[in-house]
């Protein structure tokens, strides 16, 4: 990020004596029209009136410092080439007699301290189920993981992602208990009905649903029975963001967030956010509105923090969170990438990847992609849907299943189940025990594929898992029967510690090599999220990009070989610059000489080269 906000801390204690924040008149008008669209004008009025509130008093919080910090902020260098995003709970990793969040720093100070700069804690509050993200108390961090001077902790050497998970509570938090005891406050909180048929046949068939679980969740409440909305699971209550009330507390939620140091927050499951019978139920107008609302008021109050959609769709309309480019998200998980990858790899083709790539473009110099292939659920297929076949979607199925993975299923528009998600660790998808590959192929495929994710305009993450190589835990799997713990694995962090200082294990290589790539990418400005990519069409069985910086002085040609065999790729020097001379790998600092206007390299099985051209500035 642009400058370093995690070492400036908040006020605990608000400072009434200063000058009231004012919201300049042209960013409260466009609130008050978003409002409009959600509710009554009456409604609309005070929801903002409270709006303006809670933004005041959560700039007297706000140090002076970092007040006039923000007044040299660049939103162009909001995310740079130096940001990799590293994702993982709070508890993946386990030492005797120590909070894991507190382990999680230990870790992150010994083996990512300049390679990694950004930790995505995946939601470290009390729970009920779901791994975490069926929420009791968004404001209290999970006694089991640590507390929050452990979050701060980590706060000072990292940039900090937040999960918001704004469209839904647990079973078992205030608010819901409040609801079941019949408080008038809370009756509004949640979308129910009095009768289970009072949702019609003909709506629920509209409802896109991410899940085979029922819409409706019948609960006995002081009132009589009542038949809750339910888009995940039983526990997972959803908000009724009709009810102006919950947006009010769900913006105080957010800025409480950032008062603790979160300098992106992830909207979870935000394209469910608001519940319409009658309609599809995910990304509708409403749902739009009130990421644009949150955009303004984080433009409005901290702009340094970024507000990140995870909605799970297809391409076309996973990127329509980006709005005009500065109006919604200012970054997008790019849920198309990883089947695209595995397929280049279990296919050694690389053309439906780079034909998808050639078509990747953020919608603003200030938007982006956030470019991950695992994360602590699974491989979504839905990104790919319209650009992958369902022959293709198919054998991404098939492959997993025979290297011992798992498909979830969700109900599609027509009632029938269909692959949703492929649970399987990213390292098991790509290499199969029995196959017979020696370590060195298998380590050489693993990174191969991870080179594509780092090499993209955007920001990369990496699952913690995949910085060990994970295989898959089956045992998890048999004892829970759910198949998303199949890469959820606890690490004893004695066991990593060791592993990391033994040349020859599989850890310590993958770490190396690994690390050894971030380094590069992190000190080359033509991986600056801002600048073009180019996509070069040399060899099906080579994935390749040429990247620029923003300011078009330093650029770098990335080669990735998706297969087992050697190739001979021939590349027009006028394709990338026309640059003769010797052309050197940043990563092997190999040299390769033009002639007659061409580059011609021999790439090893699942070699990776990034090549810089002779008059690059150094």
């Not at 002076?64 to 909001?78: G, P, Q, T, V």
């Not at 007659?596 to 690059?616: K, R």
Request: glycine residues 6%; charged residues 25%; negative net charge.
């Amino acid at each position: 990020m642009y400058f370093d906000v995690t070492r400036i801390t908040y006020n605990s204690e608000p400072d009434f004596s200063r000058p009231l924040f004012e919201l300049p008149r042209d960013v409260r008008d466009q609130m008050l029209q978003r409002l409009r669209v959600l509710y009554p004008d009456s409604v609309s009025e005070s929801a903002l009136a409270e709006i303006e509130r809670i933004l005041q008093l959560f700039n007297a919080h706000k140090p002076i410092d970092l007040i006039e910090l923000e007044k040299h902020f660049n939103s162009a260098e909001r995310f740079t080439e130096r940001d990799i995003i590293l994702i993982t709970y709070g508890d993946l990793l386990y030492k005797k007699h120590q909070s894991p969040l507190k382990t999680l720093g230990d870790f992150c100070g010994a083996y990512l301290k300049g390679t990694i700069n950004t930790i995505h804690i995946l939601p470290f509050f009390p729970s009920s189920s779901d791994r975490g993200f069926s929420i009791i108390n968004f404001e209290t961090v999970d006694p089991l993981l640590g507390s929050w001077s452990d979050i701060e902790s980590l706060g000072t050497s990292y940039q900090m992602m937040f999960d918001g998970v704004i469209n839904h509570v647990s079973s078992k938090s205030r608010w819901f208990i409040e609801f079941l005891a019949g408080n008038p406050e809370y009756e509004d909180f949640f979308t129910w009905f009095a009768e289970e048929d009072d949702l019609t046949d003909e709506q629920r068939s509209l409802i896109f649903r991410p899940r085979t679980s029922h819409i409706l969740t019948r609960y006995e409440t002081l009132r009589g029975p009542r038949y809750i909305w339910t888009t995940f699971s039983p526990d997972q209550i959803d908000l009724n963001y009709r009810n102006h009330k919950v947006l009010l507390k769900v913006i105080e939620i957010l800025l409480f967030y950032v008062r603790h140091g979160a300098d992106i927050l992830r909207l979870d499951a935000v394209t469910y956010l608001w519940n319409q019978p009658g309609t599809r139920c995910i990304h509708l107008e409403q749902t739009h509105e009130i990421i644009k609302l949150l955009r303004n008021i984080i433009s409005a109050v901290a702009p340094y923090v970024a507000l990140v959609t995870e909605t799970n769709l297809p391409y076309k309309e996973n990127i329509a969170y980006f709005g005009n480019g500065s109006d919604e998200a200012h970054m997008i998980y790019n849920f198309a990438l990883p089947p695209l990858v595995l397929h280049a790899f279990y296919t050694g083709d690389t053309g439906i990847l780079s034909a998808w790539a050639d078509s990747m473009t953020p919608a603003s110099e200030t938007a982006t992609f956030f470019n991950f292939l695992d994360s602590h659920d699974g491989i979504g297929l839905l990104g790919a849907k319209d650009i992958l076949s369902q022959q293709d979607i198919d054998l991404i199925c098939r492959q997993t299943e025979n290297h011992g993975g798992f498909i979830s299923y969700k109900t599609a528009e027509d009632g029938t189940d269909v692959p949703y998600e492929l649970n399987i660790t990213w390292y098991s998808a790509l290499n199969k025990k029995e196959d017979g590959d020696s370590l060195r192929i298998q380590i050489k495929r693993f990174i191969a594929s991870r080179a594509i994710a780092l090499v993209l305009r955007g920001v990369p993450g990496i699952y913690l898992h995949s910085l060990f190589g994970t295989h898959n835990d089956h045992a998890a799997v048999h004892g829970t029967s759910e198949n998303r713990v199949i890469n959820r694995s606890i690490i004893d962090y004695m066991s990593i510690m060791r592993s990391m200082t033994h040349p020859k294990s599989k850890k310590f290589r993958i770490n190396k090599a690994l690390g050894k790539m971030i380094l590069a990418r992190t000190a080359h400005r033509a991986f600056h999220p801002g600048g073009p990519q180019k996509i070069l069409s040399i060899s099906p069985a080579v994935f390749a990009v040429m990247r620029t910086s923003p300011d078009g002085d330093r650029s770098v040609v990335t080669l990735t070989n998706v297969t087992k065999s050697k190739c001979r790729v021939q590349i027009p020097l006028k394709e990338v610059g026309g640059s003769k001379g010797r052309w050197r790998d940043l990563l092997s600092e190999k040299e390769f000489s033009t002639k007659e206007e061409i580059l011609s390299i021999t790439m090893l099985p699942y070699e990776v080269l990034w090549l810089i051209p002779p008059l690059n500035k150094e």
